[in-house]
């Protein structure tokens, strides 16, 4: 009993450490990506003012440059929300949401999802975050592969990447499904591959 007090607050320790370093992580891109593009503009736009009465074609080059950094802000920011809080997943439109973030990545990904859309949204994005995982351990030689499935109030899902992902990473996931009422098991491929299988129940 007390090994298994023990490995609950470890569990639960894990979880929150990885919690303080993912709102560091977000704090980081909010400084070094739209914020940067943010003051940029303020500082182009006060040369733009300068530049408006004595030289056009200056002004005019400033305007463009603004407009570039105004909408590499707004794509930012974009992304930024989406990893946070993906605006689909209320909906729980998981195939949808997958096939979305393998875009966002710019990664060649196959999606195979045959399940109803009216999951929790806390299973939604566990799944959800397992694969973003996936996506951003792998190399970019070969495809990497969700496939995702119902039966008996269960939501099974299986991953497979060709690139061995963090410990750190994998603890979190097996921490947030196992707090779910799940299971999480992780194997390691002859060529350094990582395949992830995973099931979340559907009712508690």
């Not at 969700?146 to 750190?168: H, P, Q």
Request: hydrophobic share 45%; aromatic share 2%; charged share 25%.
């Amino acid at each position: 009993m007390r090994v298994e007090v023990e490995e609950l607050r470890a569990a639960l320790k894990r979880l929150v450490v990885a919690s303080d370093a993912d709102r560091r992580m977000i704090e980081r891109e909010l400084h070094d990506g739209v914020q940067q593009h943010l003051i940029a503009l303020a500082v182009n736009l006060q040369l733009a003012g300068q530049a408006s009465g004595s030289d056009a074609a200056a002004a005019r080059k400033l305007l463009e440059e603004m407009g570039r950094d105004v909408q590499q802000a707004l794509d930012e920011t974009s992304l930024l929300a989406q990893r946070i809080y993906p605006a689909t997943l209320e909906a729980g439109a998981l195939g949808a949401l997958l096939r979305s973030a393998a875009v966002s990545a710019g990664l060649p990904a196959s999606v195979d999802v045959d399940a109803p859309s009216n999951h929790p949204p806390e299973v939604v994005m566990t799944v959800y975050l397992c694969w973003l995982n996936m996506l951003a351990c792998r190399s970019v030689e070969t495809r990497a592969r969700i496939r995702v499935r119902e039966s008996e109030d269960v939501l099974a899902f299986e991953l497979v990447g060709n690139a061995a992902c963090s410990d750190a990473d994998l603890d979190y996931l097996r921490d947030r499904v196992e707090a779910l009422g799940g299971r999480l098991a992780v194997t390691s491929g002859s060529d350094g591959g990582t395949r992830v299988s995973g099931s979340l129940p559907l009712s508690r």
